[in-house]
């Protein structure tokens, strides 16, 4: 019986293996016969109309096809945010398109230089004659922020508005690794470097909290800054300063409440707003009521494709956290960035090399990689120019150190220039669990570094050398890029971190803009009149794309699978708690994960999305093993 139980098993995974193999069949044969990019020219006399159910981000994040396949569930949409402006601007001098939309009403947010940007390229649209409306439910930070730039702001009778503003709450885990009795081992280099702060910390260092607490204030008013140029009559201090008094002053009715304090400019629901937009380009007789004129805006982009005349100009993007190996597009993993680099280099077909940095940083092998990298081409008498998105601190700054110019936005979160590693042992948890160690050792690092046992003195003496050499090492790279003796870097790192207006002050960066201005400097050091941009490692994997669409839904659905949490208030609450889940788990999977020695900004990551539900976004796409707590909670009968 147990050789046919084998038997079965083993024809039953065979039975599998087929099942999914004539799967991936049957959708490649699907893709081939559809087309994954709107043919071009179909663009409709009416509105441009965009649907922002996922986050604005600098780079899409691809997807395992076998992995969508098996979960079945569909994955966060993703736009990106050049392509959105790109289209924005485009409308703006395209006679075809009478007014352009902006449907908020499941956007989860992005970051606040992206916003800007996106806030800026809506203004234009505005200063060409084309009306911009925009429509949601809830406006949070990142959502007004697009809002106040519009022609019309539309808010839902049932809707309101909330002002946050940056921060949050980080998480501390002394009390709980005292209570199983792990150790965590700290190395650090930098009075600032709150990144192990967790592990040996209850609460935020008096120093962390103060240089946190300057880079956010500058962050929020940079924030009311950009809203009152945009709307200059909204009542910002009152909706901030009292939001209770601010809200009962419109008898609880927090549609009204908005209204009344300038943030917004008309109530009503989808419907309304449709027949307004109606009224502006022309009503869809063959839609339901409320139906506009209108194309979408992957139609659009596929029929406005960006020129490709003059001399190319190679963009290699860093975002997300920089992690050892091939990982990304989506997070940064080092040798697959190093080898775009590379290979631009070898093709020899292009004028000038462009960084986009948006990262907290994170592996310094991997960052060393990337900077490497991005010298070696400069070698070639490439200009090799930086731009900074939100962040671009820590090894994120790391790899800025090659640039010969850096541009910023006041809104940037920078610096960060120091480095960490974390190593947890269990010699005395499995104390208390009864179990025993005698560890053997022939010299001083036999067996090093052990978890089980514990570390030799010896042993964490060289750890902290390494990460001292390696401190020393960034703050030379730092000294070098901004012809700064090492003495005069160290005072402004020590792993602080900056605003952009301060980091322009200190000379960290060059020059406020952003990627567009990086592009233009970029093209005049190449001496090129006309130029185009070309993104690396930016093909979009066709298969995943279409899967992706296929499980996620068209952008013409406001109510797509990957959005499908309730746009109200109480379901933004419910966001947030997948989020704090989410970092909990990062938290501990840091401690455990980690491959070496760190340049990452704690704060920068986990604190910079412009609405919880991005956060809670940016943290669901990261799935993080804290299984070992659970086993060493097992043992101990903490569960």
């Known amino acids: 019986m147990k050789f046919a139980r084998s038997v079965w098993k083993i024809l039953v995974a065979i039975k599998d293996g087929l099942v999914l193999a004539f799967l991936l069949l049957f959708f490649f044969a699907l893709f081939a016969a559809l087309s994954m990019r709107p043919a071009p020219g179909g663009v409709k006399d009416g509105a441009l109309a965009i649907t922002l159910d996922g986050p604005l981000v600098e780079e899409r994040t691809q997807f395992d096809p076998t992995s969508l396949l098996m979960s079945g569930a569909a994955p966060q949409k993703e736009y990106l945010a050049r392509e959105v402006v790109r ?45 911009v409306l925009v429509r949601s439910v809830l406006y949070q ?219 907290p940083g994170g592996s310094v092998l991997a960052a060393e990689r990337i900077r490497a990298a991005i010298e070696r081409i400069k070698a070639k008498k490439l200009p090799v120019i930086v731009s900074m998105g939100t962040l671009a601190a820590s090894g994120g700054y790391w790899v800025s150190t090659p640039a010969e110019r850096i541009f910023a936005e006041p809104a940037t979160i920078t610096g960060s220039i120091g480095i960490f590693a974390i190593i947890p042992t269990f010699e005395s948890t499995l104390a208390k669990a009864g179990i025993g160690t005698d560890p053997l050792r022939i010299t001083p690092l036999s067996g090093q570094p052990d978890v089980i046992g514990g570390l030799t003195p010896q042993m964490e003496a060289m750890i902290q050398s390494e990460i001292e050499q390696g401190y020393g090492r960034f703050v030379g790279l730092v000294a070098q890029s901004r012809h700064m003796t090492p003495q005069a870097v160290d005072k402004i790192a020590q792993g602080r971190i900056w605003d952009g207006g301060t980091a322009r002050q200190i000379g960290l960066v060059d020059e406020f803009g952003g990627l567009d201005e990086a592009l233009a400097y970029a093209a005049k050091r190449a001496g090129a009149t006309t130029w185009h941009p070309v993104f690396l490692g930016q093909d979009e994997d066709s298969f995943s794309g279409f899967l992706t669409a296929l499980l996620g839904g068209d952008d013409a659905d406001g109510d797509a699978a990957s959005a499908s949490a309730s746009a109200d208030l109480a379901g933004r609450v419910a966001q947030m708690q997948g989020s704090l889940v989410a970092q909990v788990s990062a938290g501990l999977d840091r401690l455990m994960g980690q491959g070496g020695m760190q340049a990452y900004c704690l704060e920068c990551g986990g604190m910079q999305g412009m609405d919880a539900g991005a956060q809670g976004a940016a943290g669901a796409s990261s799935r993080h093993n804290a299984g070992w707590l659970a086993t060493v909670a097992t043992l101990l009968h903490l569960r």
């Open 87 to 131: 289209a924005i601007e485009t409308a703006a001098t395209d006679s075809r398109i009478k007014a352009i939309t902006i449907d908020l009403e499941k956007f989860p947010g992005g970051r606040q230089v992206t916003l800007e940007r996106v806030g800026a390229a809506i203004d234009k649209a505005k200063a060409a004659g084309k009306p």
């Open 141 to 359: 930070d990142g959502a007004l922020l697009l809002a106040a730039h519009a022609s019309e702001a539309w808010i839902d009778p049932v809707g309101g508005a909330m002002l946050s503003g940056p921060g949050g709450t980080q998480i501390y885990y002394k009390a709980l690794l005292d209570r199983l009795q792990v150790k965590a081992h700290v190395f650090k280099v930098g009075t600032y470097k709150s990144a192990v702060e967790p592990y040996i910390r209850e609460n935020s260092s008096p120093e962390a909290k103060q240089a946190t607490t300057a880079v956010l204030a500058a962050v929020w008013q940079n924030w009311q800054d950009n809203v009152h140029k945009a709307r200059p009559k909204a009542d910002l201090a009152k909706v901030i300063g009292d939001p209770v008094g601010w809200l009962q002053a419109s008898g609880g009715d927090a549609a009204k409440a908005a209204v009344q304090a300038g943030l917004l400019d008309r109530i009503g629901d989808k419907v309304a707003f449709g027949k307004r937009v109606a009224e502006l380009v022309g009503a869809d007789a063959d839609g339901p009521d409320g139906a506009f004129k209108a194309t979408r805006l992957s139609a659009y982009l596929a029929d406005k494709r960006p020129s490709t005349s003059g001399k190319a100009i190679a963009v290699v993007t860093v975002a997300g956290d920089i992690v050892d190996g091939e990982a990304g597009p989506g997070s940064a993993g080092g040798t697959r960035i190093a080898d775009l680099i590379d290979k631009a280099a070898a093709k020899k077909d292009y004028a000038a090399l462009v960084v986009r940095v948006d990262s």
